[in-house]
């Protein structure tokens, strides 16, 4: 029975660190640009169709390609806020929101056509390792490894570099940086771009574990979407509890209640946090 | 004199911070009364509780012997308990006399629409807005921003109306004016509280003043009398300047300080 | 907000003509075109309603909901369902648009207390839950495999008309209900909210009452439009009947027309769905990037809507 629960657990925790994985990149770009990236979801799965290509096309290496796909991505976001969305990103929500969501019916469709909307996925089978009958998937260990490293690394960006300190500066207040000579609009393509090669990194691990198809983009945005309230906007250290109790949420709910319910019980506790806790479970800091 | 306004005990903490604390007063229906306190005293939280935005930590507050402690702002409005706000806020995107015809609508007697967009054309007048009554509000200078913001308050037909600081920012000539103007709507048999950190509008306006520090009540009573309370002089201009100006025994009020 | 002005220069004798003789160019449709034009005129109705539901939360109170695919999808099932119960259609589409309202003033107070994008995010989630539930709860949704619904019996040309004057009729009643809201009350207190929710509050509007009629108003339609959907197409399933891109493209057509006004969503509707049709008819392939270009285009080019052109014209 414990080593039931022990799997459970474990399953959960995997789960929780791409949700974090996924979500972190979402959440900085909510908070730091005001602007919910109805996109992130298209994004993730651009890198994991990548992933797989350059790993059946070319043969590389899922763990050698998530570098080049992230800093793909990277440019892919910085360049988008830079020449369109930092037109309207003062704008209501409606407006940024509607046009992120008209660039990823754009980006969607662009998918469907070249990758067919096939499910694909590499298979690495790196082996398991058995703790009595508690199993760990070793091509899922990796990914939640790395998942936990790559938000690991914006943290560190966020804190030690320059530009980091720039993206603290422009959350905290944007007019004083600009008068401090922070390039605010380069500082916003830079969040965004981040926030698209997080994205860019979950898809590369993504596609070790689960098929990638364009079918599930809006469910992985719902998944960032949900992080984000239980852990609160804009921290990283937010977005990875939001991730982890999400993921366990969802493992022992669908332990207990069954598969189907798993997915219902992230959007009930998200409208339920809502209601009485709009800043999430962990209050509201500053992304340092 | 009827109390048209009873406040018992009233408290409101955020966090660990005492914004009001154990306030009680009284406020007789048409009297004249200000309310000051240095910057920080707490003035405009104690609004925002008499007129439900806040809700109290603690306490009750009483309009004309029914406890509203627990109202919603709309709910104090249609009571006739109306407020101005310190930083003006107008609905930017309608005409002036749109504005003033929510007052009526919403708060005042108005029937229909157009009921009150007739009223409001007459609160404009009184106020001396008239010419702008179908300029968008965005687009007007900030003393008329506040006559607006009176001609709003007075379309809501209160009993009692709370002026926060309305006369912030103006320059004196236009201060004159707002005096002016103040001084009918009590005539008129409105009951007015001033919310004011200028000494002289509150001398030359108030019957009584209330003093406000550090969220609670320090003093209250005539306005000459008030300004000569050792702990008022205090509290706004230091424990030294009060130690001089009374004579000697400061180092026992600095508790209060 | 342009929009509104428009409406306001229109007169308010004006606008009834203008939005009758639309009616009237739909309600003819079968005399000048065939089924296919026939199924454009319903579909541009369908999502008049859509858009003047909309137009309630999001263009009165200026609430940016997300909510409408919900809406669609819970009166479109509530529908089915009623009418493979043995209900009678129309009575099937009276009971889904009752539903639908009631859902909605159920969950008015928990999403209404958020502003923002806490808002949108919240009723976005309307859909996605929505979605899960259709798709899980087999015994009575059919799970993933959809719900058949009963067809109507008679010919193809009947059929057609038939569902162009249903559509017409749920598009007459949210107009009207629109005309009326827009010139009382509570359209005058939704566009106080609108613009200072808290100065709005402060002269007697009673803002959540006022939010949550505006919720329902946006949801009851949709659901009698949904449901009539369901009994025209026959065959509903999760992803399509709770539908995130419905859910923006409404919006999306309400921004194109002007927000906040009586024509407005009238005339963004038309635009879009005759776009849509004439795009897709050619471009099957990139159907979905093109109108993401055309939205994105909207956003950057067309900032006040369609009716924003004419005063910018004018002036």
């Known amino acids: 029975m414990s080593a039931l629960y022990a799997q459970v657990l474990l399953n959960g925790l995997m789960l929780g660190a791409l949700y974090a994985c996924i979500a972190v990149g979402f959440s900085l770009v909510w908070g730091v640009l005001n602007v919910i990236s109805m996109m992130h979801g298209s994004f993730v799965i651009l890198a994991g169709y990548l992933t797989c290509a350059a790993f059946t096309g070319a043969g590389i290496h899922p763990f050698a390609a998530l570098v080049p796909v992230a800093l793909l991505l990277l440019l892919l976001g910085y360049f988008l806020q830079l020449g369109l969305i930092n037109r309207v990103v003062s704008q209501p929500v409606l407006t940024t929101l509607t046009l992120t969501f008209g660039l990823d019916m754009i980006l969607y469709n662009l998918m469907n056509v070249w990758f067919e909307a096939t499910p694909r996925r590499v298979t690495l089978d790196l082996g398991r390792l058995e703790f009595g009958e508690v199993v760990l998937p070793l091509d899922r260990a990796a990914a939640m490894v790395l998942a936990l490293a790559m938000t690991g690394l914006l943290y560190v960006i966020l804190r030690g570099s320059r530009l980091g300190r720039a993206i603290v500066a422009v959350r905290m207040d944007r007019d004083a940086a600009a008068l401090m000579g922070i390039r605010v609009p380069r500082v916003y393509a830079a969040t965004f771009g981040l926030g698209a090669m997080m994205a860019g990194a979950c898809g590369a691990l993504l596609a070790l574990v689960y098929p990638i198809t364009t079918n599930v983009t809006g469910q992985l945005l719902g998944k960032a979407f949900i992080v984000c309230v239980i852990g609160g906007l804009g921290t990283v250290p937010g977005a990875l509890a939001g991730g982890l109790v999400l993921g366990l949420v969802e493992s022992f709910g669908g332990h207990w209640f069954g598969p189907q319910v798993a997915p219902l019980l992230g959007f009930a506790l998200m409208l339920v946090l809502l209601a009485v806790k709009p800043t999430g479970l962990f209050g509201q800091r500053g992304y340092e | 004199m009827k109390p048209l306004l009873e406040v018992e005990k009233l408290s409101k903490h955020f966090g660990g911070v005492h914004a009001v604390r154990d306030v009680s007063f009284t406020i007789g229906s048409g009297e004249i009364v200000g309310l000051i306190g240095p910057n920080g005293a707490g003035k405009t939280t104690l609004v925002n509780l008499l007129t439900g935005v806040h809700r109290p930590s603690g306490g009750v507050v009483r309009f004309e012997g029914v406890d509203v402690t627990a109202q919603r702002p709309h709910e104090a409005a249609r009571r006739g308990l109306a407020r101005t706000f310190q930083i003006v806020q107008p609905f930017p995107r309608m005409t002036v006399l749109e504005n003033v015809a929510a007052g009526a609508l919403f708060a005042g007697q108005a029937g229909s629409r157009a009921e009150a967009e007739r009223l409001a054309a007459g609160y404009l007048a009184a106020v001396g807005l008239d010419r702008e009554s179908q300029r968008l509000a965005a687009t007007l200078t900030l003393p008329s921003r506040k006559r607006l913001e009176l001609a709003k308050s007075l379309a809501m037909r209160p009993k009692l109306l709370l002026l926060d600081e309305v006369n912030a920012g103006l320059n004196t000539s236009e201060i004159d004016g707002a005096l002016a103007l103040i001084r009918r709507i009590a005539a008129s048999g409105i009951t007015v509280v001033l919310i004011e950190h200028l000494m002289k509008v509150v001398l030359s306006l108030s019957q009584r003043v209330l003093v406000l520090h550090h969220g609670q009540l320090l003093a209250s009573g005539a306005p000459e009398a008030v300004m000569r309370d050792p702990q008022v002089v205090e509290a706004y201009l230091g424990a030294r300047f009060a130690a001089r100006f009374a004579g000697g025994d400061a180092k026992s009020e600095a508790s209060h300080g | ?315």
């Open chain 3, 1 to 315: 907000m342009i929009g509104a002005a428009v409406s306001r220069t229109l007169g308010s004798r004006g606008l009834p003509w203008v939005a009758g003789l639309w009616l009237v160019v739909l309600a003819l449709s079968p005399l000048y075109g065939d089924n296919y034009i026939v199924k454009i005129a319903t579909f541009v109705a369908l999502y008049g309603v859509l858009a003047l539901s909309w137009n309630f939360i999001g263009g009165y109170a200026g609430y940016p909901s997300f909510a409408t695919g919900a809406f669609v999808g819970l009166g479109a099932y509530a529908g089915a369902i009623c009418q493979n119960a043995g209900v009678p259609m129309i009575v099937a589409w009276l009971l889904a648009a009752i539903i639908v309202a009631g859902v909605a003033a159920a969950m008015g107070p928990v999403i209404l207390r958020l502003r923002g994008h806490y808002f949108a995010i919240g009723s976005i989630s309307l859909v996605e839950i929505g979605s899960v539930l259709a798709s899980n709860w087999s015994g009575l949704t059919g799970g993933g495999e959809g719900l058949n619904v009963r067809f109507l019996p008679g010919g193809p040309d009947f059929i057609a008309r038939f569902f162009l004057y249903a559509m017409l009729v749920i598009l007459v009643a949210a107009l009207a209900t629109t005309i009326a809201v827009d010139r009382g009350r509570l359209g005058f207190g939704l566009r106080c909210i609108a613009q200072n929710e808290d100065a709005a509050e402060m002269v007697g509007v009673p803002s959540t009452r006022y939010k949550i009629a505006a919720f329902v108003l946006s949801g009851v339609f949709c659901g009698a439009a949904g449901a009539a959907y369901a009994s025209w197409v026959g065959y509903i399933a999760p992803a399509d009947a709770f539908s995130i891109l419905l859910t923006v493209k409404v919006p999306v057509m309400v921004l194109l027309g002007g927000a906040g006004s009586v024509l407005g969503p009238l005339i963004g509707s038309a635009a879009l769905v005759l776009l849509e049709e004439t795009v897709w008819a050619r471009f099957l392939d990139y159907h979905q990037a093109i109108l993401g270009a055309i939205i994105v285009a909207l956003i950057f080019f067309l900032p006040g809507g369609l009716l924003g052109l004419r005063l910018r014209w004018r002036s």
